[in-house]
């Protein structure tokens, strides 16, 4: 990920773009924040933010052709908002606001403009802000332009003068009745002047003797409004059709010359960077979902305009638009209180930073890799892509925190070691069609499934079903240990090799995904979709109440996988359930917490995870990944696994469970492997280590704050081993209990006990990183 | 990271190695190559430590989490 491809992932989130009224203005109005002012009555806040865009605000909001209305994504939902009449309104309605701002340093430049429409007097406006000394020649005797074609009601006489005393406070100097080309030539401006802006109304271009196109138009370029003589700029009523008047487009015109001349004046380029002047279509997606459709607010006195109170309720229906599609639905980035522009700055700084503090270790480590979030977005934008890249350059530079991955990755060698990782072909066959993956997580949470399923799948499926008991390494990608992962992922490709190629039949959606993407030549197949298709075990139908509904919670792994999702609804439908959708399920569904080990780097986050989740529906809940199971039921919902339906022993309520602890998980899955090695294989189980014959007595409060501290029970008979061996340990004067600690690999354990009659109790354990140097004094 | 800040009054632990009370010592920790000294209580004799729950569980998590963002 380099800062190129970053600076596009960052581009691509719309979420700073301005809103589609702002983006038509051609003076960019923040009509968003002055909407916003004026909701909340602060009319002073609200004049202020229009006045800083334009510079003849008491005008322009009378007479202003407001292309921001036509775009305005509120007129989706109701009417557009009034935002003209709402600028009249904040100047009205504010109290009398000082002019701000400093004297510019004055500049030895001066400019000619010719014409005092609203084009020219901008540019001399914004010029002499600028410290030029600006000179206007106006052919009338009056300054103003065509501002005088709009009635007096519209328009009075007095708004017009105080908008114009703007041009005197900043110094402007006005020759009226001085028409150029019978009064001045261009040719005297351009040599007394270091730069000249012609923007002299619908006055003939020919009459100023200026370069034309085929078409008799004047040649001007849209970007600069340069000329064909580089010391000329020239823009207002003479670029447009006659007809076609916009005093905002004028206005506009004026600004951009006057940068362009200020460009020319200080030699630095009159092109570069302009994309953003003048009116242009917005990226900012704005969904109008669920916005209730409301009519303007009614004036009532249009003469005058809003009333306060008018103006406040007119400004309440600007929906303040913004995308956030992403953070609306994902807990994640919403608890980060940003949204994905900002945290893949942050993502890009954190890699970067070569002394000093990693701010945004948390947020790379929490997202669960999901993908909701490429699902919701106008552009695609997966922030699970960025997270993850993000975690394996960490990895890569020495930089992950060890804290916060290891211990599901303990884990996982702990699946793929000899305790419980196991390979064979079916019992009694010469070869095998397919192998059964169930995966390590259904393993440790129901080993009775996998055990029945393997047996179910042998007696349906024919040419021999093999077993393969590890994990998929999914921990290893999530974590970013790229060669963790593709050591071990290697280890098992080439054990399906040598069982030649069978069909591989995945009960964890997560497992299916990793084969897809990294064994995409092995033929895969879920496992629903072979109970699908076989037909179901017999007798299931007592665990079921016909017609009673189960909202599915699809796994996030399945995403893209319609096929899967479709099996599992048929499996239901044919146990007799109705089927219940949650709002984000099927290629929008959310991740349980699980995913790319959030719930590990931040518990919290994937807490309040499962507790939005398990908000959605009354009804019991059907997941058909063992991790979604556990984690859903940990927030004390009442949640099946598909194969609770199809396995369970009649009448046993398994949606009711809690998922076993770290600890069980792991002997789930060595007991699993030991009882099929002997049951259908008539192999020995291997011999325990010594520390594993000690018995251990945990009371079950213990237990809680045990698993929240990542301690095993094999930590606790490792120190306990290491302690009543070497006699390392200390001895309570008060209460008797011994403490040790020991250090198995990374983290020192302590464990506070007591021995008796063979066994030994528990009161306490708990953990550090930090290592401690002991010497003898 | 102060032994008395975490502990308050008097450790009731002694080496049941060499039977002695604890004392308050240096003893050098580190982490992820960082080394400082700190005042914890150890045996006297064999140099034996004693981390308390609440120093496990409050400063030195706390520096844990410093020195892995550092
Ligand atoms: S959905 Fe999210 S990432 Fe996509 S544009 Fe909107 S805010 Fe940005
Ligand atoms: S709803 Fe508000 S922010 Fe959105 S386009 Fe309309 S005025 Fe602008
Ligand atoms: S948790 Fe999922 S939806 Fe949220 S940012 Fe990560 S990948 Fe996207």
Known sequence: MDQEELGKLEASCTQEQPPACAAACPVHVDVRAMAAAIARGDFASAAKIFRKSVPFPGIISRICDHPCQSVCKRGEVGEAVSIRALEKACLDWAKEVSASGFPPSAKDKRVAVVGAGLSGLTAAFELAKKGYSAEVFEKESRLGGSIFRFSREQLPEEVISADLKALEKVGVTIRLSAEAGRDMLIDDLCSDFDAVYLAP????????????????????????????????????????????????????????????????????????????????????????????????????????????????????????????????????????????????????????????????????????????????????????????????????????????HEFPIRDMLFSNSEKSALTRCQPGKSGCNHLFFPGCQLSASAPEHVRKTYGFLCEKLEGGVGLMLRCCGAPAEWSGRTQLFSDSFGNIAAQWEAMERPRLIFACSTCYEIFKTHLPEADIVSLWEVLDRTGLPEGVCENTVP?????????????????????????????????????????????????????????????????????????????????????????????????????????????????????????????????????????EPMEKEKYGRIRLRITDELRETLERRQILDSDIQKVIDFAESSGAKLLNSHTGHLLAHYKPAAVTYWVEYEAAEGQFTVFNAYCHRMEITERAS | MNPKEAVPGKVEWLCSKCGLPLEVGKVEVGYLGSMFPVDLYKCPKCGQVFVPVELAEGKMAEVEKLLEDK
């Open chain 1, 201 to 404: 109304g619908e006055q003939l271009a020919g009459e100023l003797g200026f370069g034309l196109d085929a078409a008799g138009r004047w040649i001007i370029d849209p970007l600069t409004l340069g000329t064909t003589n580089p010391k000329v700029f020239a823009g207002g009523a003479v670029r447009r059709p006659s007809g076609n008047r916009s005093p905002i487009g004028s206005m506009a015109d004026g600004r951009r010359a006057a940068i362009s001349i200020d460009r020319f004046l200080q030699k630095v380029s009159l092109s570069a960077s302009r994309s953003s002047e003048g009116a242009f279509e917005t990226r900012l997606f704005t969904s109008t979902e669920g916005i209730e459709p409301l009519p303007a607010t009614v004036m009532s006195d249009v003469s005058r305009g809003y009333s306060l109170e008018e103006a406040v309720s007119e400004a309440k229906r600007c929906i303040q638009c913004q995308c956030l599609e992403c953070v609306k639905v994902c807990e994640y980035l919403n608890s980060f209180k940003g949204y994905p522009k900002k945290y893949i700055r942050q993502i890009y700084n954190n890699l970067s930073i070569v002394m000093g503090h990693r701010h945004a270790n948390k947020l790379i480590n929490s997202c669960s890799l999901c993908g909701l979030c490429r699902e919701v977005c106008p552009e695609n934008l997966h922030m699970g892509t960025v997270c993850k890249d993000a975690r394996g350059i960490m990895v890569e530079q020495g930089r992950m925190p060890p804290s916060a």
């Open chain 1, 547 to 683: 017609g009673r509904s189960l909202a599915i919670h699809d796994a996030c792994g399945t995403r893209h996988e319609k096929h899967i999702h479709e099996a599992v609804r048929n499996i239901l439908r044919k146990l007799g359930f109705a089927v219940e959708e949650l709002a984000l399920s099927g290629e929008r569904t959310e991740c349980c917490g699980y995913g790319g080990l959030m719930f590990f780097a931040n518990p919290e986050l994937a807490r309040s995870v499962i507790r939005k989740r398990i908000a959605q529906s009354d009804s019991d809940y059907l997941a058909y990944c063992a991790m979604c199971r556990d984690y859903l039921a940990s927030g004390g919902k009442r949640t099946w696994h598909l194969l609770d339906l199809l396995f369970g022993a009649p009448g046993e309520d398994l949606a009711n469970r809690k998922g076993p602890v770290y600890t069980l998980r792991r002997e789930h899955r060595a007991r699993l492997k030991d009882a099929l090695l002997e049951e259908l294989w008539g192999e």
